[in-house]
C-alpha cells in the first residue's frame, strides 16, 4: 500500500438544479478516521460517492484532490450497508473479488491471512447465505482490505447489525484499517463518537467540525468522554433539524 | 405428500371425464371414455412411440438451439446500445406475430421434414428466453456494480462475474416457460405439413374419425411435456438457486 494521502473535497452539488448541498469543503487527514456525521438526505452519501468516483444522480461543480497530487478515485476501497456479497460465490471468492475482476492473479496467501485475521477460516467455502449478518459483514471488510487501498470509503457499513455485533465491527475495522485515510459516513453519533479522529456533522446549513472525544479511538463503549461527545452530536443534529 | 396429491387430482379427473361419457351418453366418436383411450393407447402404444420421438427430437433440437440463439441475443442486447436500439422492436415484433401465422411459410421454406418444426419450436421460445434473461442481465444489483466500479473492472469482467451469475435465475425461468412451449412450436409445425409426429397423428386420427387414438396421442403430448419441464426444472435448479 502507497502512503495514505490528505484528501479533500470540495464544491457544490445540485440535483436539477435545486441544491443538495451549498458550497464545502471537507478535508479527511492522511491516514485517519473522518465521520462524517448527519440526518437522512442531507448529501453525505453523495459526498462519499464523488470521491469514490461513483454515480450520484447530482451535478457537481468542484475539484476532489489528494495531497499526493495523484488520482483519488482508483485508490479507493469501498464498503457499503449492504454487504454486496456475491451470493453465488463463497467466502473465498467474495474476498478475492476484486483481483478476480481485474484480471489478476489472486494473492492465495494473502486472502488466507486476510479471512484468518476476521475469524473466518471455518467458513471459506460457505456461501453468504450460510453466514450471520456479522459473519457477512466481516468478509466484506476482508474483501475491502484484499484490495489494500490507502483510501477507504465506509457508508454505513454496521447500521444494519444488532448492537453486540455492531460494536466488534467498529473495534475490528477500526483496528484493521489504521494507517488509511478513512471516510465513515454515518447517522449515529455514537458510532461516529467511538471512532472519529476527526467529527464533522452535516446538516443543511453545511459541515460543522466538531471536537472529537481525547482517548485514542476506537473509545470504549462506555468511555464518559465518548458519551459526553455522543451527546452533544446528536444536540446538534436536532437543532440543525 | 406431492405425488399423492397429483394422484388424486389424476383420479378426479379421470372420474369427472368418464362421468361425462356416462351421463350424456356421447358417441365414441366424439368422446371416448378414459377406458376405451387407454385400451387403444395400449394397442397402438409402438406407433404412438413411433411418433413421439419423432416430437420428442424436434421439441430437444428446438429447445438447444432457441436457448443458445435467445443467450446470445440477450448477450449482445444488454452489452451494446446500439443493438438495443436496432433489434429490440424487431423482436417485439416477432413475438406480436402469431406463430401460427408463420407455420406455412417455414414448410415452405424448409420442408416437410424436421428442420421446418424445430424452427417452429426455436421461434416460438426465441422470445421467452432472450426476453428473461436480458431483464435478468439489465436488473444487476446496482451495488454491486458500484463495487465493481471501484474495484476498477473491465465491462467485459462485470458481465463475466457479476452480471451473467445474476441474471442466471432469470434465464432458469425463461427456460422453464420455454420446455412448455417448445412441443406446442414443434406441433403447430406437425399441423401445417408432414408425415409424422404426434401432431401429424392427431390430424390423421381426427381424419378418420378415430378420436379414440386422437386422445391418446393428446394425452401422450401432454405427459411428454409435463416430463420435459420437470427436466429442465430439475437441470435449473441449481441456477435458480444461484441468488440467494
Known amino acids: 500500500m502507497t502512503p495514505a494521502p490528505d484528501l479533500s473535497i470540495s464544491g457544490t452539488a445540485t440535483i436539477d438544479g435545486a441544491t443538495l448541498f451549498a458550497p464545502l469543503t471537507l478535508t479527511l487527514g492522511a491516514g485517519a478516521w473522518t465521520c462524517l456525521l448527519g440526518g437522512s438526505g442531507v448529501g453525505k452519501t453523495t459526498v462519499l460517492r464523488l470521491i469514490a468516483g461513483l454515480e450520484t444522480g447530482a451535478e457537481f461543480t468542484g475539484r476532489i484532490t489528494a495531497s499526493d497530487g495523484r488520482p483519488v478515485s482508483e485508490r479507493v476501497a469501498y464498503m457499503a450497508q449492504d454487504d454486496l456479497l456475491l451470493p453465488w460465490a463463497t467466502v473465498a471468492q467474495n474476498v478475492s473479488l476484486g483481483a478476480r475482476l481485474r484480471g489478476e492473479t489472486v494473492d492465495l496467501d494473502r486472502r488466507d491471512r486476510l479471512i484468518e485475521r476476521m475469524r473466518l477460516q471455518d467458513h471459506l467455502t460457505r456461501k453468504p447465505s450460510e453466514l450471520s449478518g456479522g459473519q457477512r459483514q466481516r468478509v466484506a471488510l476482508a474483501r475491502t482490505l484484499m484490495e489494500d487501498r490507502p483510501i477507504v470509503l465506509l457508508d454505513e457499513p454496521f447500521s444494519a447489525l444488532d448492537a453486540r455485533t455492531r460494536a466488534d465491527m467498529q473495534d475490528l475495522a477500526a483496528e484493521a484499517l489504521r494507517g488509511r485515510t478513512v471516510l465513515l459516513v454515518t447517522h449515529d453519533p455514537a458510532e461516529a463518537a467511538r471512532l472519529g479522529q476527526s467529527i464533522v456533522v452535516m446538516t443543511q446549513h453545511g459541515l460543522t467540525p466538531c471536537d472529537p472525544p481525547a482517548a485514542p479511538a476506537p473509545r470504549a463503549v462506555d468511555d464518559p468522554n465518548a458519551l459526553e461527545t455522543q451527546g452533544a452530536l446528536l444536540k446538534l443534529l436536532r437543532e440543525a433539524a | 405428500m406431492r405425488y399423492l396429491s397429483a394422484l388424486a387430482a389424476t383420479l378426479f379427473a379421470l372420474a369427472v371425464w368418464q362421468g ?66 436496432l433489434v429490440q422492436p424487431m423482436l417485439v415484433f416477432t413475438q406480436a406475430l402469431p406463430v401460427f401465422a408463420l407455420a406455412p411459410l417455414l414448410t415452405l421454406w424448409l420442408g416437410y421434414g424436421l428442420w421446418s418444426k424445430v424452427a417452429m419450436a426455436v421461434l416460438i421460445i426465441y422470445f421467452p428466453i432472450t426476453s428473461s434473461f436480458f431483464d435478468g442481465l439489465m436488473r444487476t444489483p446496482a451495488g454491486y456494480l458500484d463495487l465493481a466500479r471501484t474495484m476498477q473492472a473491465s465491462r467485459g469482467a462485470v458481465l463475466w462475474h457479476i452480471r451473467i451469475p445474476a441474471a442466471l435465475p432469470s434465464l432458469a425461468s425463461g427456460m422453464r416457460l420455454a420446455a412448455v412451449y417448445a412441443p406446442i412450436g414443434a406441433v403447430i409445425g406437425e399441423w401445417v405439413g408432414s408425415s409424422q409426429g404426434l401432431g401429424y397423428l392427431m390430424l390423421l386420427a381426427n381424419g378418420r374419425a378415430k378420436t379414440d387414438l386422437m386422445f391418446a396421442a393428446m394425452l401422450t403430448l401432454g405427459v411428454f411435456s409435463i416430463l420435459l419441464h420437470m427436466i429442465v426444472r430439475r437441470a435449473t435448479a441449481g441456477m435458480a438457486g444461484e441468488m440467494r
Open chain 2, 20 to 85: 361425462v361419457v356416462s351421463l350424456t351418453g356421447l358417441p365414441k366418436f366424439i368422446l371416448p371414455g378414459p377406458g376405451l383411450v387407454a385400451e387403444t393407447w395400449w394397442q397402438n402404444r409402438w406407433l404412438i412411440a413411433e411418433h413421439t420421438w419423432t416430437t420428442a427430437v424436434e421439441v430437444v433440437i428446438g429447445l438447444a438451439c432457441g436457448t443458445l440463439l435467445g443467450v446470445v441475443t440477450a448477450l449482445q442486447l444488454a452489452n451494446s446500445r446500439v443493438a438495443r436500439v
